[in-house]
């Protein structure tokens, strides 16, 4: 497969179009952003470390029944995946409290919830990702209502599969961001995940392996990817 045209550049990846029209090159940049691109920066190879962690979660997900757009790693910064049409909204599944959960409620950090919360986010950078509900999406036509709770279900399951992948590899999953693509006339999870896109503590330390490092400059963040895929990758 060769890269033809680039159809899409966002803050950590960039689309091509392949010679297959149902198959789109997701390539993985190091370009590392916060708080709605705000703060910028690179983190070292970090396109080489989210593209295979994605990979290994993507086949995990496969291997548990879970379609993705995920169709197979070319090399070390791209792999190869279904075109889908994205659903423009950013599904976040919470564990426990942490981040901008933590500042809407005044919670502390870390605190467990009874359940499993959903949240959905309007992609939408210039208006920095704004928290809606289901009437807004079907107000919107952004998603039918059968899409709606094709992907609240589909999130759920998610969370569930890959809390217990982390467990084993002694890490918890506090929460993670989701994004889901058509495809046909079925929903699949697209995008990806990955460090950037979740919270992940290491069991026992409570030493934080994602994004937050960067976040908040606690140092360590290359350490703190390649320690994920080293588990991953076990
Ligand atoms: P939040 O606490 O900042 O709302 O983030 C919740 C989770 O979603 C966290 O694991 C990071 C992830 N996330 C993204 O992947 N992209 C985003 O743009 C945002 C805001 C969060």
């Not at 950013?90 to 959960?101: F, K, M, P, T, Y």
């Not at 989701?178 to 079925?186: H, K, S």
């Amino acid at each position: 497969m060769t890269k033809l045209e680039k159809i899409y550049e966002g803050k950590a990846k960039i689309l091509y179009t392949t010679e297959d029209p149902d198959l789109l090159i997701q390539y993985f940049k190091d370009d590392a952003t916060a708080f709605n691109a705000q703060k910028k920066g690179t983190i070292a190879e970090k396109g080489i470390m989210n593209n295979h962690i994605a990979a290994k979660i993507f086949k995990h997900l496969a291997a548990e029944g879970i379609e993705s757009h995920f169709v197979e790693l070319l090399n070390d910064r791209e792999m190869l995946v279904k075109r889908v049409q994205i659903v423009p909204l950013e599904i976040i599944i919470r564990n426990r409290a942490a981040g901008s959960l933590c500042r809407l409620l005044g919670l502390t950090e870390g605190m467990t919830l009874a359940s499993p919360t959903l949240e959905f986010c309007y992609k939408d950078d210039a208006l920095g990702d704004p928290q809606v509900n289901e009437y807004h999406i079907r107000a919107l036509k952004w998603a039918s209502d059968d899409e709606i709770r094709s992907i609240t279900t589909e999130a759920f399951r998610i969370n569930e599969v890959l809390k217990k992948f982390f467990l084993n590899l002694k890490i918890e999953l506090i929460d993670f961001k989701l994004e889901f693509g058509r495809v046909q006339n079925r929903i699949i999870l697209a995008d990806e995940i990955s460090p950037d896109t979740c919270r992940l503590w290491e069991i026992g330390t409570g030493n934080k392996l994602d994004k937050d490092r960067f976040r908040r400059d606690l140092g360590h963040v290359e350490q703190a990817y390649q320690e994920v895929l080293r588990r991953v990758s076990q």
